[in-house]
């Protein structure tokens, strides 16, 4: 799956947010055959949802005590 940056030619895909759309989400083995088209602000709220189960991987911890560094 990928994001990629989208041209404002097509409307937002959420329901009931008549933005244009910034950014698709293309995806050839999803549910869905093509691309969702959303707009910066369903992508961020999007997002938030996303962070609320998934952590990002590759964050090292801010404070390392005692710790080498690799
Ligand atoms: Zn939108």
Not at 5 to 29: E, F, L, R
Not at 52 to 68: D, H, L, S, T, V
Request: hydrophobic share 30%.
């Amino acid at each position: 799956m990928i994001v990629e940056t989208a041209k404002p030619k097509v409307k937002c895909d959420a329901s009931g947010c008549n933005n244009a759309c910034n950014y698709q989400i293309v995806n050839k083995k999803f549910v869905f055959d093509g691309s969702v088209y959303l707009c910066e602000k369903c992508l961020n709220e999007l997002y938030g949802e996303i962070g609320r189960y998934i952590k990002p991987k590759n964050i090292k911890p801010i404070y390392k005590k005692g710790g080498k560094d690799e």
